[in-house]
Every structure is written in structure tokens, then in C-alpha cells.
């Protein structure tokens, strides 16, 4: 997961995205939903939930996971494993805020 | 789940044995097989072991009792895996899904499958189960011998997805077979509201298990449930040529049916053994180490007969896998299968079943112990032989499943006044206790359904296991017809000691705050907190932020501070992010404001223009007399809202919804009150007020009760004489309940003052999600009553003035619209075909 730094592209800016809610973008014809946590962090994951297809952006988030909100599977946003026992798995992007500008990095295979 | 069928349609030749390890091929992918896999890893048999699994489903391993629960709808396809593909990956095992094995030329040790594959194998493991039996019946099969159409059985994940699908689209279906599978299957039908008949050629249900007088006891509470009961009668024949339309009874009776679940018994899969050579006679015979007659070909599950029997249920099955795994990894060579004692419990809900061996005496000197009471619906009984339990039945009243379980399967003294066995007798209750726990040996099975030992409770305790719900999340006991929780619970308790960790989490009003509602709001009021991110900064351990507390605590803040909170939109659900209701496609439903269920000409036309400007996907009329748009991307919502000029009809909020009305007086023959305008006066009243739940009302004007008010949370009924009757706790979604008369009053002024006090009562006291039908029961009527109506202890008139500023504060959500609160608040989540962004654009 760790790309290197030249890999991460420009994708928005912090301040359009609102403090601890999600927003999607479409980074190399890759849907990423990007989470501006309270506490400044940005975090980068699939857009689409691995369950049913949930727009994970519009989901509630913490500092560690985002719950989808169609059937509130929670998913841990460092490691993209679904928590508290649900199924499936969502790709984690790296992220970085440079002069508050958002980083994301899609690994292109 | 996946269908993997494309992954595994060629033909495929198993490499030769690397160094000493033996090929392991298992045909059958289904509970048995799997949980012998599962028992030879345990083991340590990975590394004697290249396992292969044949299965002829399209999936991985899933719980296949939980079926009856998928068709009833309290379980969805995703809660019954057992093992995704990812399991047999991750163990190395070659998994071909859909591909169904034809023979075995035991002489060569090849399995031959049906997509021309061959494989060797050094050892063979045949776990095929049974297939339902179709009795002979006219009608049954076409010209060319296949199965008429809208005949289903119910045995796989495929089966009950048809019946779901017909279950929608159909009215009416007849059920063949009353035992425990036809009654699932019925009870399943009827909870999607379909008319079923079920036919039953035994003189009474589930004769199998159950006596004549438990029979008769169950059949009064399964016509309860609405299902029509006919036994005794034999299908004579099926009618329909292209597709099925009734079912004829002997005495020339026709059930009409859109369609008809058989389910009058399984049959053994014994073709795959016969191909071999292996001896059978109703399943493949196996002896005490599930060897089959043929050297190197073990057989489990319902596919095999032991020592003369053969099982239709899972808890013989862990016995057996357990057994064929010591003796294939060598961990136990020596193991042996007995034979299990099995019981069984009917998985339909508000219908208890349990029964264990026999179902009467049988012997002069059997003790025969019965408790009836049939106009509650209870029948306990329980057989005593030589001092032991030999049978039991318990039926409508099942606190005693765990204690005679046990007694059953392990034959511990039972108590000297037999009626204990079957009841409580006022004092503190008996059965297993903490010295019989201690007593119980760690292989007894606590948990049938999913084959968990107390051993392995212990274990998990003993892993740091320190509640109830991490033990159950971590062996999965108690997670499949859950009658074996309360057993589950105390082995949990006895093994922690006093390290138990108490669910404490239950009594918090949400789980990322340790305080319960009371002492929350206390604390937010002391301390003056008007903001979610405040709460967790004041009150969360370690000021951590919780995702999954966020709408719980908004909703909250909201109620105390009706002059308004500091708003942060990430406390919000989607929902009220956006005023909208998110459908399943990440689009939006929309729901205008229609008081009392009563509209315009003029406001049709507007709806109507809308839905055609913005190509809405579906326009409803919603079970709360409203209209809702469906299908609207986020983006329009703003853009529709204007269009409509219409205020909120809050359709989607842990708030305030509808209330319906019928035409009470201004046009009912019958009316005894104006409903309607009662209806519309509450609406314009309480609108979009929040609270812990939905709140859906309804009013009538005479108990015909047109529009439903029995059943809703808070209902009006006009009774004559201008006296209303109000009732609360009332629900008609997944639990069905009628409300309790919380009071009688006499002006429509009084219920509107009534029902706000209500509202705010259960909004300061209801436990987040809670439903009033399940508030009001918690605390009792008697209790309620007394507080609102009598004003025990004299909160009446806070809770009115609370209400009362609540209502001062309410501003329409959709005049949010024309300015977006937050950037990007109706942009669409899955931008599906959205351009990529270009980093110029971001930079500049
Ligand atoms: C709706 C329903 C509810 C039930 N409820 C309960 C309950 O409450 N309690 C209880 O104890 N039991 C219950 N049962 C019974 C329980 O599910 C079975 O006892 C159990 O599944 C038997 O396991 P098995 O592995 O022997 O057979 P199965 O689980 O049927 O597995 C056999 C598998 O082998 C596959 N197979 C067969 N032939 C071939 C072949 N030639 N090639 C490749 N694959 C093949 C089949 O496709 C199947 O997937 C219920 C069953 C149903 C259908
Ligand atoms: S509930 Fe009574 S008053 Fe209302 S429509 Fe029905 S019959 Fe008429
Ligand atoms: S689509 Fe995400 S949990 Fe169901």
C-alpha cells in the first residue's frame, strides 16, 4: 500500500471536504471516497462498498472507521477489513495533505 | 455470495502427492463435509493433507438451517456464511464450486466429475446429505418427466431464493408436509403475507417428534399465525398443465396455489457411494470410525447410516466429523461414534417447540410427567425411564429446553419432585448450577445448531473471552436457532469467575459513551455540552470519537436543546444530511409533506410535473398515505424540493412521520368523530419532531379502525359521544402489536395535548432505537398511564412545556436547499462515469 510519493496526485482541496464527512472522487478512472477526519487527517478508500455496493462516502465516519449506509457494516479505513464481523474488504489508497491540497495515490497495476 | 461456477468449469487433473501427503477429496461442500475439513486442520492435518472439495452448490460453505430464517426474512444471505471463498483459499484447499461429482472408480481411486474432470485421490470423503423426497402424486412430473413449474422443495440457498421470488410476485401457495421443515417453510410464506395452506397426511403436526396432545396444541397456535392447516389428508394430485394452479385433496377439495413447497421428507444421496461399491441400505454404511465398507472412503452427515440409523439434523454430524478427524490425522485413533441423542426446536418465531426423544411412555413403569394449559398454548411433558430422561416436550413455554438438554443428553440425576422438570416452582431455579457445570465434561455440545462443545466455551474464556458476546462472536454458539444462549451464558459466567466482563455496553444509551440516557443527559446538562464532538471530548474515554454514536447523540442534543445545537453535519446520518432517504442504489427517495394522508388536485399536479421533469424511477403511494418519488439522485434534491414548494414529509428520520387518518365524519356512514381533521392537527403540531424512533400515527373515526390506529404508535379512535380513545406501543412492521389504551378522552384538544406528552415522555426516556412498542411494554402501561394521565409524579406539565418549545423551534429542512450547508452536500457519492479530475483545476 505504501506507493511512493510520486505516484500521489492532486485530487481536491482539504476545504472541500467538509470536517468529518465524506466526499468521492474519481482518481485514474478509480472511484475513492475521501474522509476529512476531525482531527485533520484525510483518508483515501474505495468508493463503492464490497457488500452491496454502498456509497461509502455518504457513510458516518471516526477516526478509524467508516460505516456504509446501507447496512452499517463498519470498515477499519487503515487496514480496509471489515470490523465487527461483517464480510468483505475495501481497498485503502495513501493519502497525504500537502499546502492543503489532498494527495491520493491508486496503485495502477 | 458469489457464484463461482465460471471459476471451476474446466476440467482439471490434480497434481501428483508432494513427498508423503496424502489426497484428500471430499465430495459434498455442505455442513458434514466442511466441518470435517475444518476438525482435520484443527488437527494439524494441513500438512498431511492436499484437500479437494467437490460441491454441486455455486457457493462457498453456509449454514443451511439458517434457510428457514433467509425465508423468513429475520436473516439475510450474508449472515448464514459459514466459510467464504476466502477460507478455503487462505487453508490451501482446491474448492470446485458447482461442479457435481457423477462416479468413483474406487479400483483406480478416481473421482469422475461432470465437467469431465478426473481426479485422484488417496483418501475419500463422501459428505453428499440427502435430497428432498417428492411423494408420488398426479401431476408431479411434465410429459418429459421434469418437475411442474411452481413446484419447489426447500433445501438449498438456490431453493430459497425461488421462494422468495415467488413470494413476491405470487398470492397464494400450499405447503406439503407439516413437519419441522414445512412448518418453517410456511411461516416463512406468511411472514411476506401470502395466503398458505399446509397439507399434512399424518393425523397431526410434526408427528415425528410431538404426541397427539402437543400435535393439537401447536396446530391451534400455527393457525394463529394464519397459516390453514389440513392433516390427515394425502395430496391426491397437483393441477395446472403449464404451471402449477391447486392442489386436489382426496375427497376432491382443490387448494388453489400459485405455487407449492413439498417437504414431507429427505432421502439419503447415496449414488455417489453406490458408484463405488460401497455397501448402502438406506445411506452408505459406515461403522464406529465413519469407514465405509471400501478401504480409504469415509462417509458423514445425513448421507450415512450408523449402526441402523440415519439423521436428518446437524448435531450428529460435529459428533461424526469430530470422530473421522481423530482418526484420519492419527490425533485419536481410537475414536469412536455412538450414535447421538439429537433434539430438535422449531425455528418459527412466537411458536416454541422443543422435543427430545420420545414423545410419551412407551413402558408400563415409564413415568410419564404433563403440564397443559392450551388456552395459553403450553404443553410440557417429560418421559422418565429408570430415573433417567428419555423424552421431553416442551411447547410454548421453553425456559426449561437448556436443563433438560442436558439431562437428556447426559443423564444427570434428575430432581425427586418430577414436576420440577418441567417448572419453576416460586423459588430460586434448579438445574445445572455451578457444581453441574463443573461436572459437565468438556465435549458435551452446548450449541447444536453450530456444533460447540463447552470445551470450546472454556477455551474462548479462557483466550480473553470476557463476555457472553465476545464468546458467542468468537465460537458462534447461540448464533443459530439460539436456544442454547441461556446455557451459553452461564458456562460463560461459571468459566470467567469473577472476571466476567458485564455487557455493560447494553445499558449505555450509545456504545461510545459509558453512560445510560439518564445520567448522560444529566452530564450534558451540567456541563452544558451543545455539540456531538463536545460529548466525546467531555464524556468518551479518552475523548475518542465514535462513529457508530454519532445520530444517537444528535438526535439527542436536539431533544435537550430545542433553541438549537451546534450543528456538525457528520453527526447526521446520510438521511438528514440531505433530507432524503437513501435507496438501495445510492439514489434518493422523496416524500412530501400530506397531512392526514389528505392532498389537492393542485398539489397531485405539481408531484406529477416533478416526477416528470426529473424522470423520477418510481412514483409510490406509500403505506402512510403520502406519495413518495423514488429514485432521485442526490444532485436533484435541492432542484426537486423547489419544484415542489412543498414542505418535508419526513419520510426518512428516527422522527415524527405520518399520521394516517380515515374520512371519519365529513364522509363515513359510520363516523363518530372527525378524524381526519385530528389527524391533520396532529401533523401540523408535531411534524419532524425527532425522537429515539420513527413514530408513526394514525387516527380513525369509529373502531373499524380503517386506518389502522390499533396498530400504530400512537393511535386515535373515535368511540361516540366525542370520546376518543388514545392508544401507544402499537406496531404492524416486523412485530406485530396492538397498542395498550393509555387513557379515554373526551375533546380533540386533550388527545393533541396527550399525544405531545407522550411524545416527549418517550423522547426523554426511550433508549436510542428503542420503539414505542417496545418503550411502553418495558415500562409497563399501568406505569405510563400513571405518569401522563394521573400525573403521579408530576412531570405533566414539564413535559408540555418541552414539547411546547420544541414545537416553537421547527423549521422545514427542505429550505436548506437553495444554499447547500456544506460543500459538495448533494454531490453524488458514486459518481459513476464522472470525469477525472485534472490537478490543474485543483491547483489553480
Ligand atoms: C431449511 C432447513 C432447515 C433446517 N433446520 C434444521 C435445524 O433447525 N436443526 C437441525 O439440526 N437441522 C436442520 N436442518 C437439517 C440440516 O441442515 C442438515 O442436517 C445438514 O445440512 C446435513 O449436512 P450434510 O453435510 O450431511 O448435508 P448438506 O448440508 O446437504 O451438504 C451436502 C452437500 O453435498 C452436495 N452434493 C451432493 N451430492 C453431490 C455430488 N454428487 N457432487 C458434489 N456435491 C454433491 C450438495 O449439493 C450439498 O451442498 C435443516 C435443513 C433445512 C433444509
Ligand atoms: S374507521 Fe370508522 S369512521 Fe373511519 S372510515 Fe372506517 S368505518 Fe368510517
Ligand atoms: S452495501 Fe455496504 S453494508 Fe450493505
Redesign the pocket.
Known sequence: MNAPADVLQDVCRVEDLPVGEGRTYVVDGEQVALFRHRSGRVSAVQAA?P????PLADGQVDESVVI?P????AFDLATGEATGGGEGTIAVHPCRVEAGVVRVGVDVR | MTDTTQRTAQSVTVPAPRGHRRRLVVVGNGMAGIRAVEEVLERGGAGAFDVTVFGDEPYGNYNRIMLSHVLSGEEAEDGIVLNPLSWYEENGIDLRAGVRVDHVDHAARVVHDAAGGRTPYDTLLIATGSTPFFPPMEGLHRGDGSLLEGVFAFRTLDDARALLENARTHRRAVVIGGGLLGLEAAHGLVTHGLEVDLVHSPPHLMNQQLGSDAGRVLRRKVEQLGIRVHTGVRTRGLLGTDRVSGVELPDGTVLAADFVVVAAGIRPNVEVGVSAGLDVDRGILVDDRMRTSAEDVYAVGECVQHRGQTYGLVAPLWDQASVLADHLTGAAPDAEYHGSRTSTKLKVAGVDVVAMGLSGPERDEDEFVVFSEPHRGVYLNAVVRDDRLVGATLLGDVRKAAVLAQHYDLGTPLPEERTRLLLDLGEVQEGAGAGDLADLDDAVQVCHCNGVTKGRIVGAVADGCTSTTAVMAKTKAGKGCGSCKDLVERITEWAAGGNLTVDETVGWYVPGVPLAKPELMAAIRERGLKSVSAVFRELAPGGVEDAKSKMGLTSLLRMMWPEGIVEERDGRFVNDRVHANIQRDGTFSVVPQMKGGVTTADQLRTIADVADKYDVGMIKVTGGQRIDLLGVPKEDLPKVWADLGMPSGYAYGKSFRTVKTCVGTDFCRFGLGDSTQLGIDLETRYQGVEAPAKLKLGVVGCPRNCAEAYVKDVGVVAVGSGRWEVYVGGAAGATVRKGDLLTTVTSPEEVVTLVGRFIQFYREWGNWLERTYEFVPRLGIERVRAVLVDDSDGMAAGLDERMQTTVENYRDPWQEGAEPVTTGQFRPALPLGMPTVRPSQVRS
Open positions: 462498498c457488500h452491496a455496493g454502498g456504509c446501507l447496512h452499517l457494516t
